[in-house]
């Protein structure tokens, strides 16, 4: 399966791209695609602990398990206002 | 609960509430861009959003809302791209029968929205 992950904010500063496409097994996970993404971008492993995800337009847990096609969203905390 | 959402480039102009005869408080809360980030000088702040998520997300807190205070109305304008010191980045506009809900949806929705709609700012020095 092939899911696609979007970066935002500063994130897009650090991977140096808005977006990049990843592999997935069935059964994988949201965290396991974000320790793959800091696999691939050392960059956001900072940012462990404050990413926040989100798949779709709603915010997951670490748990939700991806389907194929899924758009997952990884930014830094929000700052409207 | 009628709800109106914008996010948008342009300059925020007011326009008159509409609202019902029983409704006896309208609360409007603008925020405005300061003339300093971090201790440091800024001319401007550069918005960015994650505009269906942030629209979906809002939508919740509006769901939230409904379900907790007798509003009858939300609305609430977003800056999104750059926006000059002193100038408002946000508008909300809450009416309500009285005063005490109408402000305690207001500071309840601007709390969640610093918690959860995805908007990024970046001070312009």
Redesign the interface.
Known sequence: MKVTV?F???FRDLTECDETSLEVNEGETLGDVHSKVMAKFPELAEMKNST?K?V????QMDEFVLSDGDEV?L??P???? | MKTQLTLTPNPINETPPEMSDGMGAVVVFH?VVRDTEDGKSIRAID????E??????FELIFDAIEKQWPVESIRLV?RVGEVAVNEA??RVEVIAPHRAEAFAACQFL?DE??????????ALH
């Open positions: 979007k935002w904010s500063y926040l989100a779709g337009v709603n915010y969203s930014f830094p929000v700052q409207g206002g | 925020g918005y960015e959003a994650n269906a998520m942030a629209r979906h997300q977003h980045s946000l601007i929205m610093k918690l959860k709609v995805p908007i990024w700012k970046r």
